[in-house]
């Protein structure tokens, strides 16, 4: 299980690589650090969450989580608004220059990866799509663990 361990984390931190460097180059604005990245993503996929619950996603500490957020605020790429509920209590948002920059990301990194997957035999492809709902799995029991 190790060796198999070590070859999967070589190969997705291999595509990561190749792609986050050539996809950068194509997308405007200065690169992001990774955990402004991640941070975004959780708040485009959970709008309105607050800081407390974006840091137990990221496992990150809530003052890490508050850093990002005042960075990204600053950058015009997050907002940040009071919950109406508990006035104390932030609820972020991304902004729409955030939404434009992560869309035009994802059609960047996903016709880089379409141009390649068609480089494949339709043996290759298949057992990728085959392989697909187990990593999925895998991910979810890796977000479980502590």
Known sequence: ?????DRLMGAVQGIRRVVRRRVRASVSGPPLP????????VVADRPGIGVAAAARELHLANNSVSTLVNQLVDAGL???????ADRRA????????????????R??????????????????IVAIEQALPSLEKLVGILKEQP
């Open 1 to 5: 299980m190790t060796e198999l361990a």
């Open 34 to 41: 990774g955990a402004q990245v991640e941070l975004l993503r």
């Open 78 to 84: 997050l907002r940040r608004e009071a919950d109406p």
């Open 90 to 105: 932030a609820r972020l948002e991304v902004s729409a220059a955030a939404a434009e920059r992560m869309a035009a990301w």
């Open 107 to 124: 059609r960047a990194r996903t016709g880089l990866v379409a141009d390649a997957l068609a480089g494949l035999s339709e043996e290759d």
